[in-house]
C-alpha cells in the first residue's frame, strides 16, 4: 500500500498532488489544431445539441458542487439555463424534462445509486443524457446517451479531490463546445476561454508550493469548533465544498454560504474569534463582486470574526480586514475555482492530520455509495 500512495502518507496528499495533471489530462485531446473544441466522442448529433433548450445537472456530494460551478459557467458561456439538482431530489420531484433537455450527471464513480436512478428517470422522459465520470465502462455512462470522461485517474481516499477539479474542467469543456456549435454573439470567444484553461494546471501547481502557511493554520486550529465559509457566484460552492471537506475529514461543524446572504442571517453566528474563510472573487470580476465581498470581510471583521481570505495575487484591498491572506495566481474569473479550492482541501486535510484521524477513510462514509 505504501507504494500505491507514491511515498505520500495518505491516498488524498498523492491525489492533491496530482490535481494538475489531473485537469491537463482532463484538457488533452480535446481541441483541433485550430484550438476548436472536438468532443465526436460524445456521438450526439451536433443539431440536438444546437436543439436544447435547458439543462439539468444531477449529481451528489462534490459531484453536485462542480454542478454549480458548470452552471455559472455554462449559462455565461451559452445563455442556456442551466439548473442544479441533487440526484435524490431530482429522481423524486416532478421534474420538467422532455428531449430537449440536456441532463448532465457527474458523479467519480459511475456507480451512485441515486445519481443512476435519477439518469435512468431522465431517459425515461425522453431527455438526452450525458455522464461526465472519471470510472471507464463505470454503470452510469453506460446507461447514459453519451459520456465525457474526466482523466483524474483512480482516487482512493473517500473525500474527492482531483475528481472534483477534473469534473469542473469537464464541464467547462462542454460549456464551451455548447457555444461553438451554437455560434451567437454573446458567447464569450470560446478558444480564448481554451487558451486561458490550459493555463491553469502550472497555476495548480503554483497553488501547491505555497501551502506551508495553510497547513500551519490548519494545525494551530486543531481544536477549531465551528467553521464558516463565505464566497460568491463560483466562489459559493467552492465555499460549500471547503466546509464539506472539513466536516467530512475533521468532523468539525462547518457551513459554506453566499456572502451575500450573510446579513440575512448568519451574520448572527459571527462572534469574536469565529474563523471564517473568505472566497474573493478576483477584481475583474463583472457586478464589483470583489468590491462587495471586501466589504462582507470587513464587516465580519468588525464583529470579531478571525478572517482567512483566499485572493488573488496583487490584491492589496483585502489586506487591512484579513487575519491571514492565502494567496493564488491570476486567472479568468469562471475558472477561479480550480484554484482557490486548493487550500481549502490542504486545510481539512491537515486539520484531520492534526486531530490524529483517518484522512483516506474517514467514519461513516464510503467511496461510492451504490444504495438509494
Ligand atoms: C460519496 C462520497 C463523496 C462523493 C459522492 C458522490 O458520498 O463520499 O465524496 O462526492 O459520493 O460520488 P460520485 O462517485 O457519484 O462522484
Known sequence: AAA??????TFMEKEIEEQPRAVADTLLGRTDA?????????????????AVERVTIVACGTAAYAGTVAKYAIEHWTRIPVEVALAHEFRYSDPIVDERTLVVSISQSGETMDTLMAVKHARDLGALTVSV?????????????????THAGPEIAVA?????????????????????????AYAEDPQAVMKELHDVPDKIAEVLRRMDRVKEIAR????????????????FPVALEGALKLKELAYIHAEGFAAGELKHGPIALIEPGQPVFIVVPGPDTPHELHRKVVSNIQEIRARGARTIVIAQDGDTDVEPY????????????????????????????????????????????????TVE
Open 160 to 184: 474527492s479531490t482531483k475528481a472534483f477539479l477534473a469534473q469542473i474542467a469537464a464541464c467547462y469543456l462542454l460549456g464551451l463546445y455548447l457555444a461553438q456549435l451554437r455560434g451567437g
Open 4 to 9: 500505491e500512495k507514491g511515498g505520500y502518507p
Open 220 to 235: 494551530f486550529m486543531a481544536d477549531t469548533r465551528a467553521v464558516l465559509f463565505l464566497g460568491r457566484n463560483v466562489g
Open 133 to 149: 465520470c472519471n470510472t471507464l465502462g463505470s454503470t452510469i455512462p453506460r446507461e447514459s446517451d453519451a459520456a465525457l470522461y
Open 34 to 50: 485550430e484550438g476548436n473544441l472536438s468532443l465526436d466522442e460524445l456521438r450526439i448529433p451536433e443539431e440536438k445539441l444546437r
Open 322 to 369: 484579513a487575519d491571514e491572506v492565502i494567496r493564488v495566481p491570476h486567472t479568468m474569473p469562471l475558472l477561479q475555482p480550480l484554484l482557490t479550492v486548493v487550500p481549502l482541501q490542504v486545510f481539512a486535510l491537515h486539520l484531520s492530520t492534526a486531530k490524529g484521524l483517518d484522512v483516506d477513510q474517514p467514519r461513516n462514509l464510503a467511496k461510492s455509495v
